[in-house]
């Protein structure tokens, strides 16, 4: 049993402990008591989000932004106060950890099993940017600064070579080469927030189809979990992370790269869903979100390979060059995008006539 949960206080007493493996930062448990109540247990990675309680108030400030909305029922999960009336328990080790009680008859998918699923997710994450519509976004703290920029993402990956801690950098230079001249079309939209062209706003950032709660009968959307990284950002971006993750047609850290490809039907799919639930868009937000899905990806990999280079220290690993292969992926959907270019755009199009 993880001790920590004995600081929450949970209906009946502790009992069944089981390690949820499936993001790649915190370490997430399911705990089951003696009265049948199941709740999740995670420990916070205070080397990825230092400032623990910056992401409690986020969470906070957004819950009761949405209690408040008359927009839609946008349920959001509750985190429990610990026994001595604080949002996360400090466990005098350096560990933070927080709680909350497992929505019953909830799943989460890794992939979409069909286009009803995908739908479903899209759905979620454009309703929470509509919800989020008139929420003042610079209230919210930057739990991880710098998160989605691009051109810092860059400046990183140059610290990252320069340094080459590890010794890997002459293993890596056909990747390196690959982001380095996809530079200025991987910093476009950054460039378009800080001219305005493109609303800031707050979003989630990290929309990946595991973070969607799904009834397991229905199949429909119960909520959004995951707010960590819920700050100031681009809506494109939310969208554009959801494609990376859920409409490839293999796993992230699949080997075998000859099965990692953009699904096009997955890809309709979401920006129906999307663009539905999110009417607020603006028709240049809707041009950019091919825009969104291709500067999602490529950061993505930028990032992966930035580990590799740096030793693994942000994304957990199970083997070894796990990092790298994630950024394979990444790198290989990139290219994938370029040949469909023309299809994406056209398949926005069709759906929203923008
Ligand atoms: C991390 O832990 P998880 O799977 O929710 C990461 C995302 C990446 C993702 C890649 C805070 O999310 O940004 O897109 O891995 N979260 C953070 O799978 O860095
Ligand atoms: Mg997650």
Sequence with gaps: MKEAIYHFPTDGKPCACEQIKSGHIHETYLIGTDTGSQYI????????????????????????????????????????????????????????????????????LQRPDSLEDFYECARAFGHFQYALNDFPAEQLEETIENFHNTVDRYRQLREAIQRDEMGRKREVEREIRFLLDREDRGCMLHRMMRDGSLPTRATHNDTKINNVLMDKDTRKAICVIDLDTVMPGLSVYDFGD???YGASTASEDETDLSKVSLDLELFRIFVRGFCEACPSLTPEEIRMLPQGAYTMTLECGMRFLTDYLKGDKYFAIEREKHNLDRAHTQFKLVEDMEQKWDDMARIVREETGI
Excluded: H
């Design 242 to 244: 959801a494609i990376r």
């Design 41 to 108: 247990l995670q420990w916070i990675n205070q080397y990825v989000f230092p400032n623990v309680n910056a992401i409690m108030n986020n969470m906070s400030a957004i819950s009761g932004f949405l209690k408040k909305q008359r927009s839609g029922r946008m349920p959001m999960i509750r985190y429990l106060t610990t026994k001595e009336g604080q949002s996360y328990y400090d466990d005098g080790l350096g560990g933070a950890w927080r709680a909350y009680r497992y929505v019953d008859n909830s799943i989460c």
